[in-house]
């Protein structure tokens, strides 16, 4: 009987001492657990506070080039503005030529074509002017090419061909072109006079060519080979240059086309290739058929390019006088 209480006893002493080990173990897990969940609750709080500064951050960063973006856009539409009060006054066109069009769009908010225009009682100077590159520094170039020609061409005694002369050696005055800097840029341009009592047009070109539209035929005039502008090539090969003039006469229906080469070097088409001469010039004989021509060389363009993004400035024109 007595063995029987000692093996009761020494049972109960390690059911006791089972129950308290286990007791012991849970309160050990529980603790574990509860800091588990504490530390997962802390980490969830702190990467949170995180993400939330990181946003923060992202939005303050996210404002300033907002700011920053309109700021810089509200000075290139001030350009712009400046640019196009640069422009001939439509007015003094309208009433020297019978008939005119100009197509001018640029293909960022400023550009580097430009026109420019005067006349002296019966003759009229008109230039048709691609400044090297586009937005911003064509901005600048198609400025500067503007008040170059308003200082050069101060009577009716020029040829085309000294006018160009006399353009190219003020950009390489002004731009320090002489000694060989690196700004090398220059302006591929049309430049004509056209005499509206004689019927004759004298033609000079740097790059540039104009085409004669008469009796549903289209004839090409192709300028010099080098612009004006640059004093060294990119072989760093110095240039030295004389412009000819070409005399050109002209009938009642004689329609004159100046243009930069934006519209005719737009890629389009099903097989992604430029427009090239042979369409544009089909699409000049056209235009110059419709009343509205410049919505026509509009829908013309958009026609060719279809979804592939203008690539250049564009600018044409067309006199009748």
């Not at 353009?167 to 072109?177: G, M, P």
């Not at 009592?197 to 010099?224: F, M, P, Q, T, W």
């Amino acid at each position: 009987f007595l063995l029987e209480k000692q093996a009761d006893s020494i049972r109960f002493s390690n059911e006791i001492l089972l129950h308290d080990a286990k007791s012991e173990a849970k309160a050990k897990t529980d603790k574990v657990i509860r800091f588990s969940l504490i530390g997962g609750i802390l980490l969830v709080f702190l990467s949170l506070v995180i993400v939330f500064s990181q946003l923060k951050n992202a939005n303050k960063q996210k404002l300033v080039i907002e700011s920053s973006k309109k700021h810089i856009t509200d000075n290139i539409n001030y350009a712009k503005k400046i640019q196009n009060t640069l422009l001939p006054d439509k007015s003094t066109i309208n009433n020297f030529f019978n008939e005119h069009f100009i197509f001018f769009h640029p293909k960022d908010i400023v550009g580097g074509d430009f026109y420019w225009f005067r006349c002296f009682d019966d003759l009229a100077v008109v230039a048709c002017v691609d400044c090297t590159g586009h937005g911003v520094a064509g901005g600048f170039m198609s400025m500067l090419g503007s008040m170059l020609l308003d200082k050069i061409v101060q009577n009716d005694k020029m040829k085309p061909s000294q006018i160009l002369e006399q353009l190219n050696s003020e950009i390489i005055r002004v731009l320090k072109q002489g000694s060989g800097g690196k700004i090398q840029d220059g302006m591929d341009l049309s430049i004509c006079i056209l005499d509206k009592k004689k019927k004759k047009l004298l033609y000079s070109g740097a790059r540039n060519g104009i085409c004669i539209i008469e009796d549903n035929k289209v004839k090409s005039y192709k300028g010099d080979m080098l612009p004006a502008g640059g004093s060294f090539s990119k072989k760093s090969r110095e240039m030295n240059r004389d412009f000819t003039s070409q005399s050109i006469d002209l009938n009642e229906n004689s329609w004159l086309i100046m243009y930069t080469d934006g519209y005719c070097d737009q890629l389009g088409g099903n097989k992604m290739r430029s427009m090239g001469n042979k369409k544009f010039k089909e699409i000049l004989n056209l235009s110059i058929l419709e009343n509205d021509k410049e919505k026509y060389l509009m829908k013309a363009f958009n026609d060719f390019k279809l979804q592939i993004p203008q690539v250049d400035d564009l600018l044409v024109m067309g006199f009748k006088i």
